[in-house]
């Protein structure tokens, strides 16, 4: 489709300039730099729509992502595919206000989730946390509804998360939190954990 349109621009402009009165080596030019305009707009669209920055607020991600610090959202991470255990994603809040956060998908649709004894158990197994500050509640028994996730903050203590206001729906996700890339000495790709019975 993209190169539909292009094909129909480059060829609206080729006619548009064959009727101006200029040398046939400036029409090129004029042609060229066109072409490389259209061309920029097109990618710049496309970043857009694949692409987001992101700010974190707070200290719910810490030790792994802090207050102030930029990230790289991938948008499309998700368009052939459903989130996994253990990503890093950006989401709408579900409050209804128009604040975006940032949380790791702890479980997944259609399991069950509690916390006992400072670990977080996936349909009554325990799960490895190694990327975790601070100590995780008890917290009951909570079957995970169809097209919804089970969220946290790395940093327990700290987060207002799926333990306080419920499951994430699906629609809420906007992306996959990708780059950490500012400030740049805190320059870094932001790994999702992969779980060994997940795979």
Not at 30 to 36: F, H, K, R, S
Not at 90 to 112: H, M, Y
Not at 158 to 179: F, K, Q, V, Y
Request: aromatic share 10%; glycine share 8%; charged share 25%.
């Amino acid at each position: 489709m993209v190169k539909t349109v292009l094909y129909y621009i480059m060829l609206y402009m080729r006619r548009l300039i064959r009727r101006l009165n200029m040398s046939r080596a400036t029409k090129i030019t004029v042609l060229q730099i066109a072409g490389t305009l259209i061309l920029a707009v097109v990618i710049f669209t496309t970043m857009q729509a694949t692409f987001e920055s992101r700010v974190v607020e707070g200290a719910c991600m810490e030790p792994n992502l802090y207050d102030g610090q930029r990230v790289l959202v991938i948008k499309a991470a998700y368009w052939s595919g459903e989130p996994q255990r253990g990503d890093v994603v950006i989401f709408e809040a579900v409050d209804g206000t128009d604040r975006t956060l940032i949380k790791r998908i702890i479980g997944l649709p259609g399991e069950n989730i509690s916390m006992s004894g400072g670990k977080v158990y996936i349909d009554g197994e325990p799960l490895e946390e190694p990327y975790i500050k601070g100590v995780i509640q008890a917290f009951p028994l909570t079957e995970i509804p169809a097209d919804n996730y089970f969220v946290m903050g790395d940093n327990r203590d700290h987060s207002t998360d799926s333990r306080r206001w419920g499951t994430l729906p699906r629609e809420n996700i906007i992306g996959r939190a990708w780059l950490c890339y500012w400030p740049m000495g805190d320059w870094h790709l932001i790994r999702g954990y992969a779980y060994t019975e997940d795979r």
